[in-house]
């Protein structure tokens, strides 16, 4: 069974600082999505990674995958206001778009 | 935009009775899939489907059934509305354009069981 683990589950940032959320799965796979939620809203597709080493990034958002390590990370590069949101990590092992997801990371962005 | 429609929107119902949640879509994709989201425990697959008359099982599909009769509607049934099953539930699509495409979801429904 597949386990993706998110971490830390919350994370206050304070604006203008860096900070980083850790996505950890249990088996080998090379696809590796993350979404953005805000509260009430829909999922909304942020990153599409699918090989080892890629890297992808948008805005103050960067996004990279080490398959060998089942490690993905998403980096905040001098958090803002309107970065406060839950993001989600998720793993497709098959190749079909069954995807598993993490529990998510709400992050809150204050002055 | 990917045409996803979820209906209703909000529901609450009493334990032990029948529910059915409605995902509709207008542009003709075979690939859909209902999720649960809980806190906690992120989404999680409950039934997924390939094509009319051609669905499958996902993680928690236990106390759920799904039917897929026409290419537009992915229809998800509670036969027995349990407290439990007090979530909120996301239909998503695969559009499946290229190896880089991601899942699209609908807006959800908020199913709350008393």
């Known amino acids: 069974e597949l386990k993706v683990e998110q971490n830390p589950l919350f994370l206050s940032m304070q604006e203008g600082k860096n900070y980083t959320i850790y996505c950890n799965y249990s088996?080998?796979?090379?696809?590796l999505y993350w979404y953005r939620q805000d509260p009430g809203k829909s999922l909304e597709s942020l990153f599409v990674?699918?090989?080892?080493?890629a890297v992808k990034q948008e805005g103050r958002l960067m996004a990279s995958l080490d398959t060998k390590a089942r490690l993905s990370t998403l980096h905040i590069t001098a958090a803002v206001h309107d970065l406060s949101a839950t993001y989600f990590c998720?793993?497709?092992?098959?190749?079909?778009?069954?995807?598993?997801f993490g529990a998510g990371t709400t992050v809150t962005v204050r002055a | 935009d990917a045409g996803i429609t979820q209906s209703p929107r909000h529901k609450v119902t009493e334990t032990g009775t029948p529910v059915t949640l409605r995902c509709h879509q207008t542009?003709?994709?075979?690939?859909m899939y209902w999720y649960r989201q809980d806190p906690g425990h992120g989404l999680r697959l409950i039934h997924y489907?390939?094509?009319?008359?051609?669905?499958d099982k996902g993680e928690v599909s236990d106390g759920y059934s799904v039917s897929r009769s026409k290419t537009e509607d992915f229809l998800l049934t509670l036969e027995s509305a349990t407290s439990s099953q007090t979530s909120v539930y996301f239909c998503?699509?695969?559009?499946?354009?290229?190896?880089?495409?991601?899942?699209?979801f609908g807006n959800g429904t908020r199913l709350t069981v008393t």
């Open positions: 998503a699509i695969s559009l499946r354009k290229d190896r880089g495409d991601t899942l699209h």
């Open positions: 088996t080998t796979s090379d696809r």
């Open positions: 990674l699918l090989s080892n080493g």
């Open positions: 998720a793993v497709d092992m098959s190749g079909d778009y069954k995807l598993s």
């Open positions: 542009e003709n994709h075979r690939y």
């Open positions: 489907s390939y094509g009319v008359k051609d669905t």
